[in-house]
């Protein structure tokens, strides 16, 4: 595995094959954000869109916290940390914070979510940015902004109605209160729970099952389940789906994937 140069002090990048594995790494403030750990974070996304050799991306945490949101100590005592390079991205792209949190302009490719431990705030707000999503029997998560007297900004009032039962998420935003993984897995918040340590393990299990399709069809199926909202009349969803299916359909993956049937194979999709 292979650390990429667009790493950060907090936001460790790396090249597993056709997978990007993003590692939030500031355990001792419990993962809580940095202007570093937003830089890398926002770097991986727009890798990951540009480079065609990456089917998919991983999400996960160094330490016992995958991450505990905004770092309200900085913010309560004033603090505004940054980096230069940072604030020079500031100028050129304003919602770089909310592209490296997944509310703006989520990559078009899976993300795959591995949390171990507290994934309050800021960290459940991330969650609802992926596509599939693993807890530790451990985890706890929670969108607790109200509890402290704030809104949840990344998107948690608008998304979270759309992904759970809307009484489940009314219930989560406006109570402040942690939920525990079976929680989460009965609300349908995560898909899986696996033993503490071993969701990075069963991240890349479903990074692999990803990685052996097709990836034309991969991207565009991630970008009808993203694009394709509920508030879209069935018909006009349709015609979009279409849309995207067409150029799927006449590719020469295609053809490769239904020969490799019919031939009793495994497919060797190029992605063209």
């Known amino acids: 595995m292979a650390e990429l140069d667009i790493s950060t002090k907090n936001c460790i990048v790396e090249q597993e094959g056709n997978v990007l594995i993003v590692t939030l790494n500031r355990p001792e403030a419990k993962n809580a954000f940095s202007p570093e750990m937003l830089l890398g974070m926002y770097k991986a996304w727009r890798r990951l869109d540009e480079d065609d050799s990456l089917m998919c991306a991983i999400l996960t945490a160094n330490g016992d916290t995958f991450c505990a949101g905004m770092d309200l100590k900085a913010g309560a005592d004033g603090e505004h940390r940054s980096t230069d390079e940072f604030m020079e991205l500031m100028g050129t792209v304003p919602n770089i914070h909310w592209q490296a949190l997944l509310r703006d302009n989520r990559p078009n490719k899976p993300l795959i979510l591995a949390v171990e ?42 998304r979270l109605r ?111």
Request: hydrophobic share 40%; with cysteine; glycine share 10%.
């Open 117 to 158: 431990g507290y994934a309050l705030a800021g960290g459940t707000e991330i969650l609802q940015g992926t596509d599939i999503r693993i807890g530790a029997e451990n985890s706890i998560f929670g969108v607790t902004e109200v509890a402290r007297g704030l809104y949840p900004m990344s998107g948690s009032t608008i």
């Open 162 to 272: 759309r992904q759970i039962p809307y009484c489940l998420a009314a219930e989560i935003l406006l109570c402040g209160e942690h939920i525990t993984a079976q929680q989460a897995l009965d609300f349908g918040l995560i898909n899986k729970i696996v033993p503490a340590g071993k969701t990075l393990e069963a991240a890349r299990e479903y990074a692999a099952k990803i990685c052996a399709n097709g990836p034309l069809a991969v991207r565009a199926v991630t970008r009808s389940l993203r694009e394709h909202q509920e508030c879209m009349s069935e018909d006009a969803a349709m015609l979009a789906s279409d849309e995207l299916a067409n150029p799927v359909f006449a590719s020469a993956d295609a053809k490769e994937g239904m020969r490799a049937f019919k031939e009793k194979r495994k497919a060797n999709f190029t992605g063209q």
